[in-house]
């Protein structure tokens, strides 16, 4: 798992400060950074609520125990991957689960006119100053 580079801030930062306790913080850019786990991803087993909340999750414990170097290459060897999508699907379906309103369709101005009046819809108008992903602020 890696941090995205595209975008010119792509980390925000926040620490305390010793001296005062208070919460420090500062947005900034970093080219690369990676999560890299020591074991591979294992398989769960998760019961689901009527609306769909996760009750329980089972994992093996067999699984979780360390393995050697050998053992790993031999499970990652073992995977046979099923399905493919592309990277700009993969961030458009993580950004609509982190942001839920990139869940709704937006159009620029004179575009929105004539869709609200094909589909005999009215205008929600919003006018932002910054981007509403841009976590600066």
Same mark, same amino acid.
């Given at each position: 798992?890696?941090?995205?580079?595209?975008?010119?801030?792509?980390?925000?930062?926040?620490?305390?400060?010793?001296?005062?306790?208070?919460?420090?913080?500062?947005?900034?850019?970093?080219?690369?950074?990676?999560?890299?786990?020591?074991?591979?991803?294992?398989?769960?087993?998760?019961?689901?609520?009527?609306?769909? @909340?996760?009750?329980?999750?089972?994992?093996?414990? %067999? +699984?979780? /125990?360390?393995?050697?170097? !050998?053992?790993?290459?031999?499970? =990652?060897?073992?995977?046979?991957?099923?399905?493919?999508?592309?990277?700009?699907?993969?961030?458009?379906?993580?950004?609509?689960?982190?942001?839920?309103?990139? @869940?709704?369709?937006?159009?620029?101005?004179?575009? %929105? +006119?004539? /869709?609200?009046?094909?589909? !005999?819809?009215?205008?929600?108008? =919003?006018?932002?100053?910054?981007?509403?992903?841009?976590?600066?602020?």
């Amino acid at each position: 798992m890696y941090l995205p580079n595209q975008k010119r801030l792509n980390i925000d930062m926040e620490w305390l400060n010793e001296m005062n306790e208070n919460m420090e913080v500062d947005i900034g850019y970093v080219n690369r950074m990676e999560i890299v786990s020591s074991i591979p991803s294992i398989k769960s087993i998760a019961n689901h609520t009527e609306n769909g @909340k996760v009750m329980k999750i089972k994992v093996s414990d %067999s +699984l979780m /125990k360390p393995m050697n170097q !050998n053992r790993y290459e031999k499970m =990652i060897n073992l995977i046979k991957w099923e399905e493919e999508i592309e990277s700009s699907e993969a961030l458009s379906l993580l950004e609509k689960a982190f942001y839920p309103f990139k @869940k709704i369709s937006y159009y620029p101005f004179l575009e %929105s +006119l004539k /869709k609200a009046q094909e589909l !005999n819809k009215f205008v929600h108008f =919003i006018l932002l100053w910054g981007a509403l992903d841009d976590q600066s602020c």
